[in-house]
């Protein structure tokens, strides 16, 4: 169903003058392009609150414009089931869509949502502005829905400014549910990634770099992060391309190790950070794994959490986690294009945590909520394809390996074979946690207190 028609001069001249009522000037939008400095001393907004108006040239598109069928009261509404829109200008006011909205156009132009409910996720996906307008802007129906904003040119919702492409916002963020002893940061990275991360302790401070899993995102750091940074250390937790409040590209290929690492490296370069020392944990240690083989000369030591060699596809867990195996209520990461959305009894089993903080808990499945599926998708195939059985022997740096003796995905045998691998590292220290599941530092509040330790023994043996 194409639910844009061609409409009268009049729909033209009120889209047009609804338009023109909510644009910004292009002073305004440009503002967003700031220094790098500006950057990294501006944290990623919310957009909770009503705000200012916007809409991007309005005069120019207006005569082109098109239009939702005939718009209707709010009471009444105008109701849509899943729609895959592609006009250039879209304007839809008052309107529930019952399912997935994608907004899917290069057509540069303005795309305008007022008062819109979606019971599914809101994709968009488009060069040019992107608007929000009015308080009520898209209201969801539900709960654990996720807006994945993916543009080329500047967003601008309810008055708030987006640096970046492909961010992901929704009314309440995950990082709302914690007061954690840290200050969020952004930065523009050279590699094109607009990078949201988290800073704490003495800025004198050894530096030391903590990289999460696959979707743990900085939530997996918050109790480790400020332990480590009253030991004296600047602890910097950057997150992770697809996760959090950094950009989540819409290539496959973005997702990659390499890609991650390049990132890492980017990081390092731009904060001017003197051989941080890296932990990394499981999809994050493959990372670090990554920057001692192609970055040996911009790190100091690797502290890898739950790694491995490579990952092993008929594992129980990785085997259920791409098939679903066994599971009735749940086909395969890779099953759920036409919904955009993965079912909430998976949240609920990949998210269970033995946690003790219910706060850490609310935190980290809202985390898992709002990473948008396709980015999910992305880091499962790049991370199942990791395979550095024979890269590891080029590693030299010294190598910390924390293991859990209960990790469900990679088992004693693959820390033997992790070992034997590094058959070039300067020094290999490898620590069992007893009765520690593969996530190993935040199992517990003594499995927390036992990785900080490690981490700041092993780090000082360096000196």
């Known amino acids: 169903m194409n639910i844009f028609k061609n409409r009268t001069k009049l729909s033209t001249i009120i889209l047009a003058s609804i338009l023109s009522l909510s644009a910004c000037s292009e002073d305004d939008s440009n503002s967003v392009a700031a220094s790098s400095e500006d950057h990294e001393n501006h944290s990623t907004e919310e957009h909770s609150g009503s705000g200012e108006t916007h809409s991007g040239a309005a005069d120019e598109h207006s005569g082109h414009a098109t239009e939702s069928g005939d718009h209707k009261s709010a009471s009444s509404g105008l109701t849509l089931g899943d729609e895959n829109i592609k006009d250039g200008i879209i304007f839809l006011q008052d309107t529930t869509i019952n399912g997935v909205l994608t907004v899917n156009t290069s057509t540069p132009g303005a795309t305008v949502l007022k008062n819109v409910k979606v019971t599914g996720n809101l994709l968009i996906k488009r060069a040019g502005r992107v608007d929000f307008s009015g308080s009520a802007d898209v209201v969801h129906v539900g709960s654990s829905n996720t807006d994945v904003y993916a543009f080329d040119d500047v967003a601008l919702v309810n008055g708030h400014h987006f640096m970046g492409k492909n961010n992901t916002f929704t009314t309440k963020r995950f990082s709302d549910y914690q007061e954690v002893d840290w200050t969020e940061k952004a930065t523009h990275l050279s590699t094109g990634i607009h990078l949201s991360y988290t800073v704490s302790g003495d800025e004198k401070g050894a530096p030391v770099i903590l990289i999460h899993g696959l979707v743990d995102g900085r939530v997996s750091w918050s109790q ?195 070992q034997d691998g590094l058959s070039k590292a300067n020094k290999v220290v490898f620590r069992e946690v007893k009765d520690a599941d593969h996530n190993t530092h935040w199992g517990s509040k003594a499995a927390v207190e036992t990785v900080t330790d490690y981490i700041d023994s092993f780090i000082k043996e360096q000196k």
């Not at 493959?286 to 690797?302: R, T």
């Not at 993965?342 to 998210?351: A, I, M, N, V």
């Open 224 to 418: 480790v992060a400020p332990a480590l940074a009253k030991k004296g250390y600047r602890v910097y937790v950057p997150e992770l391309r697809g996760n959090g409040k950094t950009d989540k590209p819409i290539e496959e290929s973005a997702y990659s190790i390499k890609e991650l690492t390049k990132d890492i490296a980017a990081f390092i370069d731009k904060l001017e950070l003197n051989k941080p020392h890296i932990v990394g944990h499981s999809f994050g240690s493959f990372v670090a794994q990554e920057l001692s083989i192609s970055y040996a000369d911009k790190i100091g030591s690797i502290t890898l959490i739950g790694s491995a060699a490579s990952v092993d596809k008929k594992n129980v867990t990785i085997d259920w986690l791409l098939n679903g195996t066994d599971d009735k209520l749940f086909d395969g990461v890779y099953a759920y294009d036409s919904t955009q959305k993965l079912p909430d009894t998976f949240y609920e089993k990949w998210g269970n945590s033995t946690n003790p903080d219910k706060d850490f808990q609310t935190a980290h499945l809202e985390h898992l909520h709002q990473v948008p599926y396709y980015a999910w998708k992305f880091l499962v195939k790049n991370f199942v394809a990791v395979d550095n059985a024979k890269r590891l022997s080029s590693i030299s740096s010294n190598v910390q390996i924390i293991w859990g003796s209960k990790d469900a995905i990679f088992d004693k045998k693959s820390q033997e074979a992790l």
